[in-house]
């Protein structure tokens, strides 16, 4: 077993137990306090699910048994008095004795505990059990051991004087003890040598040093500015070694807040094997992006959380071997972790190759435990469904295991991610697996950007991982390179249309894109997609110093955080893929390749005429097209965006209520519910704009059609092939008046 690995169990289990002391007498003076019982409950399962990973099975059952306790008060079954709290005190001395014998002679000991879990489970079972009044007694040759049972035997003395409970034998005088007040250990007394081989310094401590040496860089720098005039080579001298030191000093500070994921990445590979043993399957794992550097509190902040993930995945989405070759897959499962820099964020994916989650099962279970009501279930999305599984206690286990079955780990994820302003979020396939997404926003980090200028001149900086290419027009091409398509601006680069998004309009500043006479486009990525972003002018690239924005800016979705130039200015980060959602570049019809002939104009007047169609899915098979000049701009809605007017659905867009209509309804009799986002098609005629919504839009195509099938489905002019597949052609003004009569009124008026 490695040195390393239990010398880490040990400094977090004796911090860990320091904490829950102080936890539970808060707890016994509030019993009905939620959030301190969960914190409770989160770190006895902590310590329980790690020692079973290293094989203490001592420790293990001592703290399952109190997981168990703990867990029926999480859940309202029990309500926490002093004579459990007496119990699990006990626990937690029990716990600290064992750790000190692991820690001295590498083996739990020989020490019998089997009162304690007797009477812990009694408790658990809801009888009125004597209280143990101390840990028992550790062997003579634990000499480091600590002395719990003075200390429990204090915290017993209340009840043990109203129960009549006679205490255990001690193991020496506490009376005697209480004269002299030799022996008595204080919490920090009773860590263990393990926790004083490292040292611990508050992250407020280091965020303290790392703005004042800002500062000091920033004096610095204008020292060596006033130092380019002078001609005395000793304060030369000394101006050159001030800048020395002070780089070397802000390159130390730095580094003590970065650290590779790897070092928490480390420990996954023998969890998974031990879980797979236990669980008698076959996992392997595979990481990429061991070197992406996390701010120290992130680092904190994250361990437990992907902890959980991992072993989620290994104990409900990997299935068993014999499983898995019925399904035709190798008896070997795949975990895979995946972490990288994107956007001014840090991404992190956790991914298995299992079974997946079934949305139908999600809904039964959040409506047996009284979660969301039938009606709430049958509207949801797939995709909202997958999201219960963050709910406090909720667990689609049949049963209660050592591994899982609480429902801790997902909640535990949330929460801490939530903590330091992240999100995450699931994607789970039935048959092929689920993959859970993170995303942290930079609280430190020393990041490469380009530095780039709006019309206000003010500076932002872009991350130079979201940077594919600059391009530069001018004169001519500059006035006549940016084409149009239904209002909206592209750019045909090398062939392929790129959306453009003018820097100033995105933060809704005039005057955008008046400078007709010289472009600046800034080629991007975000999330897989490519647009273009308009800048009034692109200075230098530099290394940034990433920090974070204050609580009163963070709800703001176009920037990741500042940085701190070297004049003292502050400057902006841009949030790449938050800019694109902002400005509602939909992915999927950016990038393609058009044939011959101008994309934002159409000849419908013969069946055999050069069309330009914007392709799209509806329901889960249907393909359809839509004439590109029926459509006036292409939209995503979030589903919290969109509201109820009598028995239509409506969104506010551009200052009016335009209506939905879900093709999805009209030609495939389900609404379309599988995204958090609704992409929509927007239709104009008479004035007037309606909604249609799609389940993706997949190209736009400009072919010669030929309408081989006509069709008497309501809603459909015939079927066509484009692409090699078969095409329905959508009728978008009988679908439209079929759906809401009032939207073509003005136009049959």
């Given at each position: 077993?490695?040195?390393?690995?239990?010398?880490?169990?040990?400094?977090?289990?004796?911090?860990n137990?320091?904490?829950?002391d102080?936890?539970?007498?808060?707890?016994?003076?509030?019993p009905?306090?939620?959030?301190?019982?969960?914190?409770?409950?989160?770190t006895i399962?902590t310590?329980?699910?790690?020692?079973?990973?290293?094989a203490?099975?001592?420790?293990?059952?001592?703290?399952?048994?109190?997981?168990?306790?703990?867990?029926?008060?999480?859940?309202?079954?029990?309500l926490?008095?002093?004579?459990?709290?007496?119990?699990?005190?006990?626990?937690?001395?029990?716990?600290?004795?064992?750790?000190?014998?692991?820690?001295?002679?590498?083996v739990?000991?020989?020490?019998?505990?089997?009162?304690?879990v007797?009477?812990?489970?009694?408790l658990?079972?809801?009888?009125?059990a004597?209280p143990?009044t101390?840990?028992?007694?550790?062997?003579?040759?634990?000499?480091?051991?600590?002395?719990?049972?003075?200390?429990?035997?204090?915290?017993?003395?209340p009840?043990a004087?109203?129960?009549?409970?006679?205490?255990?034998?001690p193991?020496?005088?506490?009376s005697?003890?209480?004269?002299?007040?030799?022996?008595?250990?204080?919490?920090?007394?009773?860590?263990?040598?393990?926790?004083d081989?490292?040292?611990?310094?508050d992250?407020?401590?280091?965020?303290?040093?790392?703005?004042?040496?800002?500062?000091?860089?920033?004096?610095?720098?204008?020292?060596?500015?006033?130092?380019a005039?002078?001609?005395?080579?000793?304060?030369?001298?000394?101006?050159?070694?001030?800048?020395?030191?002070?780089?070397?000093?802000?390159?130390?500070?730095?580094?003590?807040?970065?650290?590779?994921?790897?070092?928490?990445?480390?420990?996954?590979?023998?969890?998974v094997?031990?879980?797979?043993?236990?669980?008698?399957k076959?996992?392997?794992?595979e990481?990429?992006?061991k070197?992406?550097?996390?701010?120290?509190?992130?680092?904190?902040?994250?361990?437990?959380?992907?902890?959980?993930?991992v072993?989620?995945?290994?104990?409900?989405?990997?299935?068993?071997?014999?499983a898995?070759?019925?399904r035709?897959?190798?008896?070997?499962?795949?975990?895979?972790?995946?972490?990288?820099?994107?956007?001014g964020?840090?991404?992190i994916?956790?991914?298995?190759?299992?079974?997946?989650?079934?949305?139908?099962?999600?809904?039964t279970?959040?409506?047996?435990?009284?979660?969301?009501?039938?009606?709430?279930a049958?509207?949801?999305?797939?995709?909202?469904?997958?999201?219960?599984?963050?709910?406090?206690?909720?667990?689609?286990?049949?049963?209660?295991?050592?591994?899982?079955g609480?429902?801790?780990?997902?909640?535990?994820?949330?929460?801490?991610?939530?903590?330091?302003g992240g999100?995450?979020?699931i994607?789970?396939?039935?048959g092929?697996?689920?993959?859970l997404?993170?995303?942290?926003?930079?609280?430190?980090a020393?990041?490469?950007?380009?530095?780039?200028?709006?019309?206000?001149?003010?500076?932002?900086?872009?991350?130079?991982?979201?940077?594919?290419?600059?391009?530069?027009?001018?004169?001519?091409?500059?006035?006549?390179?940016?084409?149009?398509?239904q209002?909206?601006?592209?750019y045909?680069?090398?062939g392929?249309?790129?959306?453009?998004?003018?820097?100033d309009?995105?933060?809704?500043?005039?005057?955008?894109?008046?400078?007709?006479?010289?472009?600046?486009?800034?080629?991007l990525?975000a999330?897989?997609?490519?647009?273009?972003?308009?800048?009034?002018?692109?200075?230098?690239?530099?290394?940034?110093?990433?920090k974070?924005?204050?609580?009163?800016?963070?709800?703001?979705e176009?920037?990741?955080?500042?940085?701190?130039?070297?004049?003292?200015?502050?400057?902006?980060?841009l949030d790449?893929l938050g800019?694109?959602?902002?400005a509602?570049?939909?992915?999927?019809?950016?990038?393609?390749?058009?044939?011959?002939?101008?994309?934002?104009?159409?000849?419908d007047?013969?069946?055999h005429?050069?069309?330009?169609?914007?392709?799209?899915?509806?329901?889960?098979?249907?393909r359809?097209?839509?004439?590109?000049?029926?459509?006036?701009?292409?939209?995503?809605?979030?589903v919290?965006?969109?509201?109820?007017?009598?028995?239509?659905?409506v969104?506010q867009?551009?200052?009016?209520?335009?209506?939905?209509?879900?093709?999805g309804m009209?030609?495939?009799?389900?609404?379309?519910?599988?995204?958090d986002?609704?992409?929509?098609?927007?239709?104009?005629?008479?004035?007037?704009s309606?909604?249609?919504?799609?389940?993706?839009?997949?190209?736009?195509?400009?072919?010669?059609?030929d309408?081989?099938r006509?069709?008497?489905?309501?809603?459909?002019v015939?079927?066509?092939?484009?692409?090699?597949?078969?095409?329905?052609?959508?009728?978008?003004?009988?679908?439209?008046?079929?759906?809401?009569?009032?939207?073509?009124?003005?136009a049959?008026?």
């Amino acid at each position: 077993m490695s040195e390393d690995l239990v010398k880490e169990f040990l400094i977090e289990s004796y911090e860990n137990l320091d904490r829950l002391d102080k936890e539970l007498v808060d707890l016994e003076k509030d019993p009905r306090n939620a959030d301190t019982l969960a914190s409770v409950f989160r770190t006895i399962h902590t310590i329980k699910g790690t020692c079973g990973f290293l094989a203490f099975n001592k420790l293990e059952a001592i703290s399952h048994v109190g997981e168990s306790l703990l867990s029926k008060m999480r859940d309202g079954e029990l309500l926490l008095n002093a004579e459990i709290t007496t119990g699990l005190l006990a626990m937690v001395d029990a716990i600290r004795q064992i750790l000190a014998q692991v820690e001295q002679t590498g083996v739990e000991g020989d020490g019998d505990y089997g009162a304690l879990v007797a009477e812990l489970k009694r408790l658990n079972e809801g009888g009125l059990a004597k209280p143990p009044t101390s840990a028992p007694r550790a062997p003579a040759d634990a000499t480091a051991a600590p002395a719990a049972v003075a200390s429990s035997a204090d915290a017993a003395a209340p009840v043990a004087a109203t129960a009549d409970a006679e205490p255990a034998a001690p193991a020496h005088d506490a009376s005697d003890e209480r004269r002299t007040g030799e022996d008595r250990r204080t919490g920090d007394d009773r860590r263990g040598a393990a926790a004083d081989s490292s040292l611990r310094i508050d992250v407020v401590l280091l965020d303290k040093l790392m703005n004042l040496v800002g500062e000091l860089v920033l004096a610095r720098n204008q020292i060596l500015q006033f130092t380019a005039t002078q001609t005395d080579n000793s304060f030369v001298g000394a101006t050159q070694r001030l800048n020395l030191v002070t780089s070397e000093l802000q390159e130390g500070v730095m580094k003590t807040r970065m650290q590779p994921i790897g070092n928490v990445w480390s420990k996954f590979p023998r969890i998974v094997r031990d879980l797979a043993v236990l669980c008698q399957k076959q996992v392997r794992i595979e990481m990429e992006g061991k070197e992406t550097e996390l701010d120290k509190t992130i680092i904190e902040a994250i361990k437990d959380p992907l902890t959980h993930v991992v072993r989620n995945s290994v104990d409900h989405g990997v299935e068993s071997p014999e499983a898995r070759m019925l399904r035709g897959k190798p008896a070997e499962g795949l975990i895979r972790l995946r972490a990288f820099h994107e956007g001014g964020q840090i991404n992190i994916e956790i991914s298995d190759d299992g079974a997946g989650i079934d949305p139908a099962r999600l809904r039964t279970k959040a409506t047996q435990r009284g979660l969301i009501s039938a009606d709430q279930a049958s509207r949801m999305s797939d995709h909202e469904v997958l999201r219960l599984v963050f709910l406090p206690g909720f667990s689609t286990a049949e049963k209660i295991s050592n591994i899982s079955g609480r429902g801790v780990g997902m909640d535990v994820v949330k929460t801490n991610i939530e903590k330091i302003g992240g999100q995450v979020d699931i994607q789970s396939k039935m048959g092929e697996g689920t993959t859970l997404k993170i995303k942290i926003p930079l609280t430190l980090a020393i990041i490469p950007a380009l530095m780039v200028a709006g019309g206000d001149g003010e500076r932002y900086a872009i991350p130079q991982v979201s940077l594919l290419e600059l391009v530069r027009l001018e004169g001519t091409q500059a006035r006549a390179g940016i084409e149009r398509i239904q209002g909206a601006p592209f750019y045909r680069l090398r062939g392929n249309l790129l959306p453009l998004v003018h820097l100033d309009e995105a933060f809704h500043r005039p005057g955008a894109g008046t400078n007709a006479d010289v472009v600046n486009i800034v080629v991007l990525k975000a999330d897989d997609r490519q647009f273009g972003l308009v800048v009034d002018a692109i200075h230098d690239t530099e290394e940034i110093v990433v920090k974070p924005l204050g609580k009163q800016l963070k709800g703001i979705e176009s920037f990741a955080g500042a940085t701190i130039m070297g004049d003292g200015r502050v400057a902006l980060i841009l949030d790449v893929l938050g800019i694109a959602q902002r400005a509602r570049v939909v992915a999927e019809v950016r990038d393609r390749r058009l044939n011959d002939g101008d994309a934002s104009e159409v000849r419908d007047d013969a069946a055999h005429d050069l069309q330009t169609l914007l392709v799209c899915r509806v329901g889960e098979k249907d393909r359809m097209a839509i004439p590109l000049n029926l459509v006036a701009r292409l939209e995503e809605f979030a589903v919290s965006a969109i509201e109820r007017s009598g028995d239509q659905d409506v969104v506010q867009y551009r200052g009016e209520i335009m209506p939905l209509v879900d093709l999805g309804m009209v030609f495939a009799g389900r609404p379309t519910n599988d995204a958090d986002m609704r992409q929509v098609v927007v239709y104009a005629d008479g004035g007037r704009s309606v909604g249609l919504v799609v389940s993706q839009i997949l190209d736009i195509v400009s072919e010669r059609i030929d309408v081989q099938r006509r069709v008497s489905r309501p809603g459909v002019v015939g079927s066509v092939v484009l692409q090699q597949r078969v095409t329905d052609l959508v009728d978008v003004a009988a679908v439209v008046a079929a759906a809401d009569p009032a939207a073509v009124a003005p136009a049959a008026a």
